[in-house]
């Protein structure tokens, strides 16, 4: 499995794209989140729209979500087919009614289904999305009362999206053989909704060799040498994930 930041810059970063990978598989090409930056760092990747076959939504923020309408008129009027979106059930309605809706309805085009092929998940439970990429939602905290999800990938890969210090989640995957971990990295402590850098150097050398920062600030810069065991994820830069 390859896997491709397209961006990953925090909601805030400005030398960075918003936080959103490409993972591509022998039979599959899933982006994961879909951000405000996303339709012009997917462009300048040389890559198109078209190209998806799926994208994986985390949870209502526009650095995850704020590119879905370009994509969905893009899917629509450009190239002619409907994008599968896997996305938490609980997220359909609220994606639909405080998110998209404002921007892509109009006349009969009055539901979520009018432009996207939705294929509800539920949490813990794991989903073929093609032979050789199997996801598993975690639901995880980030903004108190609303969802948001990590994605557990093909047993080995867990990648956070935006989530509070979890660190017994964190050990428990490793215990069960998560080898690699893509973790969002607040700079600057205190991490609030997000976890931060110094939290993170709190955990197990063992663990910290096996985690990833990604949705970093642009200050990113300052912490080289600063980050522990951990490495930074470059953008734009494939890795190779067995
Ligand atoms: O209660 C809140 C809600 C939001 N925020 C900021 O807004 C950003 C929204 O995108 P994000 O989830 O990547 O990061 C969030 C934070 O930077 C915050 O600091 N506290
Ligand atoms: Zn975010
Ligand atoms: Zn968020």
């Not at 309605?93 to 289904?113: R, V």
């Not at 294929?119 to 439970?125: C, F, G, N």
């Not at 970093?216 to 522990?228: A, Q, R």
Request: glycine share 8%; with cysteine; charged share 20%.
């Amino acid at each position: 499995m390859k896997i491709t930041m397209i961006g990953t810059g925090n909601a805030f970063a400005k030398a960075y794209y918003n936080n959103n990978a490409l993972v591509e598989t022998e039979h599959m090409k899933l982006l994961i989140d879909c951000g405000i930056t996303l339709p012009y760092a997917l462009y300048q990747s040389g890559k198109t729209f078209d190209e998806l076959d799926g994208i994986l939504i985390s949870h209502i923020h526009a650095d995850h979500i704020g590119g879905l309408e370009e994509l969905a008129f893009q899917m629509m009027y450009t190239y002619h087919r409907k994008p599968v979106l896997y996305i938490a059930e609980s997220l359909i309605e609220p994606l639909w009614s405080q998110s998209l809706q404002g921007g892509l309805a109009q006349g009969e085009l009055n539901s979520i289904d009018c432009f996207f092929h939705v294929v509800a998940l539920q949490p813990d439970v794991d989903v073929q999305l093609a032979e050789d990429l199997k996801v598993r939602l975690l639901k995880t905290d980030h903004i108190p009362g609303k969802d948001s999800f990590s994605f557990l990938i093909n047993d080995h890969f867990f990648y956070s999206a935006d989530m509070v210090f979890n660190p017994r989640l964190l050990l428990e995957l490793q215990e069960a053989g998560v080898h690699t971990f893509y973790h969002d990295c607040q700079l600057e402590s205190p991490g609030v909704v997000h976890t931060s850098l110094e939290q993170l150097l709190t955990l197990p050398l063992e663990l910290q060799r096996k985690i990833k920062l990604m949705h970093y600030g642009d200050t990113i810069g300052n912490y080289i040498g600063k980050t522990g065991e951990m490495t930074i994820v470059e953008q734009g830069k494939p890795s190779i994930i067995e």
